[in-house]
């Protein structure tokens, strides 16, 4: 086996062992076992990492029905090859939808990734050497936003906004003053960790002072967006908005890139195809299409469901004692918190307690920690919101919580609990039958 140094020990060590297991078995029977065990741990555990979600059956039905299998080039109407009549139309089915729920002039449905789908605003918006000014990740700035990720690879001078640490949001007095010393070309506002409002109009306006466009990034808010439950970035002033097809939408793995602009538009197309997606998976975006039309149907009863999950949960779990971050300034406006973990290391050790108690989570950074050292526990209500808990049953799992968090109890022993109340939702909601 091939080391690679550059990687974590655990993950050589994974390498390693699999390697080991395809010398006893197939790479066929080694998958079936691997998601079985993977619906298991579905069924027993209850997840709370907001970037998760379930798909409705339908939708994830059509991931398996040999859609991805046919080359699909080019725009809708004017495919390079025969016989594709039928995907042609399911293309132009989700951008229709898309551009419905979103309120869009135009969607970019092709893109496999919400980090692809900045990755292609960045191509179609920027130049290498250009400025732009991102949220860090103690606001919830995402890796594509970073030099690391796609940002980074575009050969961008990236700089982070100054922050209100308390607020957990963009200073916009420092990120006038910074936009006006460095003249950005592109500001980039959302991420991964959404508790309040964002000042969209105001950003649009410093964007407007100083010649930028302004980038909305909803890859974890889309299913908010989407229901009216959250700012509607285009029609308050985004240039562009971004977004993961998965997460709060409920669909299958992907990206959008949606504008009112047409020059904009012909730009992230032409990025998009044949830039980034010579051929797009039509299995995605036929899955993608339904998942946009439970939206527009039932959008805004699961983005109420989500945000009324998130602030029960919230609040319970607060009084239970556990430290949730920003507590005066009401906790979250979202579907998402964050649990203080009060140490540097604090975060990971209870991310791993919580899962011991079959209670997924992840970490991330809050204001003022330092790279590598995420003192924040996310908390969202995607999944359970979508598998039918209700506000009425957020205290129950705000107790699981606590117990685990808090009390010197073995998680393993809290697990039969977890699972417990696990059973007794296996529905999913907000979807067509």
């Given amino acids: 086996m ?6 974590p020990t655990d993950s050589q060590a994974l390498f390693a062992e699999v390697e080991r ?11 079936g076992r691997l998601v079985d065990r993977q619906d298991t741990t579905s069924a027993q555990s209850i997840n709370l990492n907001p970037a998760a979600n379930v798909m409705n059956p339908r939708a994830e039905a059509l991931l398996a029905r040999g859609l991805s299998t046919r080359p ?7 495919k390079h090859e025969a016989g594709v009549e039928a995907l042609e139309r399911i293309e132009a089915v989700a951008v229709a939808m898309a551009q419905r729920i979103f309120g869009a002039r135009y969607a970019e449905v092709r893109l496999s990734s919400g980090t692809i789908a900045n990755l292609c605003a960045y191509l179609a918006l920027t130049r290498p050497g250009d400025a732009i000014i991102v949220p860090p990740p103690q606001i919830g700035g995402h890796a594509s936003h970073l030099a690391a990720g796609a940002a980074g690879l575009r050969g961008l001078r990236i700089l982070h906004a100054p922050v209100d640490g308390e607020r957990y949001a963009i200073d916009l007095a420092g990120l006038e003053a910074l936009a006006s010393a460095v003249r950005p070309t592109l500001i980039v506002a959302g991420g991964s960790l959404n508790l309040f409002l964002p000042p969209i109009a105001e950003l649009r306006a410093i ?6 466009l302004l980038l909305y990034d909803a890859a974890h808010v889309a299913g908010l967006v989407a229901g009216g439950a959250w700012s509607r970035p285009l029609a308050e002033g985004a240039h562009v908005m971004t977004l993961s097809t998965y997460k709060s939408l409920g669909g299958p793995a992907g990206g959008l890139v949606l504008t009112d602009d047409p020059s904009i538009a012909e730009r992230i197309e032409r990025v998009a195809f044949p830039g980034l997606s010579a051929n797009s998976d039509i299995g995605r975006t036929a899955a993608l299409a339904v998942a946009l039309g439970d939206s527009h149907l039932h959008g805004h009863d699961y983005a109420a469901a989500m945000l009324s999950t998130a602030g029960a949960l919230a609040r319970s779990v607060a009084g239970r004692g556990v430290p949730v971050f920003a507590m005066q300034y009401g906790l979250t406006c979202s579907h ?3 649990i203080d973990g009060t140490t540097p290391a604090g975060a990971e050790r209870a991310v791993r307690r919580l899962a011991g108690a079959c209670l997924f989570s992840s970490s991330i950074a809050l ?9 924040g526990i996310r908390m969202g209500t995607p999944e359970v919101a979508r598998r039918g808990m209700t506000a009425d049953d957020m205290p129950e799992l ?8 808090l009390s010197a109890e073995r998680p393993e022993t809290i697990a039969p609990r977890t699972m417990a109340m696990r059973q007794r939702f296996n529905k999913i909601g907000f979807a067509v039958p």
């Fill in 336 to 338: 998402q918190f964050a």
């Fill in 367 to 375: 204001p003022g920690d330092s790279p590598g050292q995420p003192r």
């Fill in 398 to 405: 705000a107790n699981l919580i606590a117990d685990a968090f």
């Fill in 21 to 31: 297991d395809l010398d006893r078995s197939t790479a066929a029977a080694e998958v």
């Fill in 2 to 7: 091939m080391i690679r140094p550059w990687l």
């Fill in 72 to 78: 699909a080039l080019g725009a809708p109407g004017a």
């Fill in 207 to 212: 964007a407007d002072s100083f010649g930028a």
